[in-house]
């Protein structure tokens, strides 16, 4: 493939490489949050995080970025 394009279903070199891809110049997320976490639920569990994302008019990873920075504040933060 030309131009250093990753076509479709090819896959780059490294897991670093691929996850940090993103969608391109105009993902501002991707200079924000550059780790991907995956945790294992229940279906039923993902439904009740989907429709209270929903309820919130928020995407389900901003819902759960809120929950877990609420859980584990940063050293010597008064939270």
Request: no cysteine.
């Amino acid at each position: 493939m030309s131009g250093g394009r990753i076509g479709f279903g090819a896959r780059p070199g490294t897991p670093d490489t691929w996850v940090r891809r993103g969608d391109g110049p105009s993902t501002p997320k991707a200079d924000l949050y550059t780790a991907r976490l995956t945790v294992d639920v229940t279906p039923e569990l993902r439904g009740r995080i989907r429709i209270a994302a929903f309820r919130r008019g928020v995407t389900m990873a901003v819902l759960l970025r809120e929950l877990l920075d609420g859980a584990f504040p940063e050293e010597g933060s008064s939270s």
